[in-house]
T-cell receptor
Framework: DAMVIQNPRYQVTQFGKPVTLSCSQT?????MYWYQQKSSQAPKLLFH???????NEADTPDNFQSRRPNTSFCFLDIRSPGLGDAAMYLC???????????FGPGTRLTVT | AQSVTQPDIHITVSEGASLELRCNYS??????LFWYVQSPGQGLQLLLK??????LVQGIKGFEAEFKRSQSSFNLRKPSVHWSDAAEYFC???????????FGKGTTLSVSS
């Protein structure tokens, strides 16, 4: 089945220690998104890639970076995680010009 | 400003009873509307969507939603709730360009036996 895969499902990192979260998709969608969802809150878009074009949301901290080496993969890098970055990170994809987004299961990040 | 409001933070429904979750939106252009469901510790699953046409849309798991432009609403309904429907429900609005979804804060549904 075509899907959006996120690894790992659970990640523990230390305060200030860089961490990378991974997302892959078999849907061959042009657009990939990263959302941050804190406890009991709505998902908040951090950035998205339209093919190789990177689009950052205005209020996304510089601490968050992303890479998309090819159509299938997208990475979220947190350069110096703080306690406030503990959250569920959701990856989603959509077709170019499409509106329906398909979400992965998420990565739960804990910062100690 | 674009926004989505889900007035009910938490709703409890008896198993077998009907359900309606409310969603109101504020959007300058033609809205593309979605309902997603999220089980604990899981990602979001699309229940249904509205782009145009018939204002009553059917989704998966027996859910339906009705778009009412005059009320800026897109309420989710189910005639008979099952215990497995207990989850967090998010209403979202998007645009024609297919970029960011704006989510409501979610409604937690509990199902009592």
């Amino acid at each position: 089945d075509a899907m959006v895969i996120q690894n790992p499902r659970y990640q523990v990192t230390q305060f200030g220690k860089p961490v990378t979260l991974s997302c892959s998709q078999t849907l061959n969608h042009n657009v990939m998104y990263w959302y941050q969802q804190k406890s009991s809150q709505a998902p908040k878009l951090l950035f998205h890639y339209y093919d190789k074009d990177f689009n950052n949301e205005a209020d996304t901290p510089d601490n968050f970076q992303s890479r998309r080496p090819n159509t299938s993969f997208c990475f979220l890098d947190i350069r110096s995680p703080g306690l406030g970055d503990a959250a569920m990170y959701l990856c989603a994809t959509s077709r170019a010009g499409g509106n329906e987004q398909y979400f992965g299961p998420g990565t739960r990040l804990t910062v100690t | 400003a674009q926004s989505v409001t889900q007035p009910d933070i938490h709703i409890t429904v008896s198993e077998g009873a009907s359900l309606e979750l409310r969603c109101n939106y504020s959007y300058g252009a033609t809205p593309y509307l979605f309902w997603y469901v999220q089980s604990p510790g899981q990602g979001l699953q699309l229940l249904l969507k509205y782009f145009s046409g018939d204002t009553l849309v059917q989704g998966i798991k027996g859910f339906e939603a009705e778009f009412k432009r005059s009320q800026s609403s897109f309420n989710l309904r189910k005639p008979s709730v099952h215990w497995s429907d207990a989850a967090e429900y998010f209403c979202a609005v998007g645009n024609q360009a297919g970029t960011a979804l704006i989510f409501g804060k979610g409604t937690t549904l509990s199902v009592s036996s």
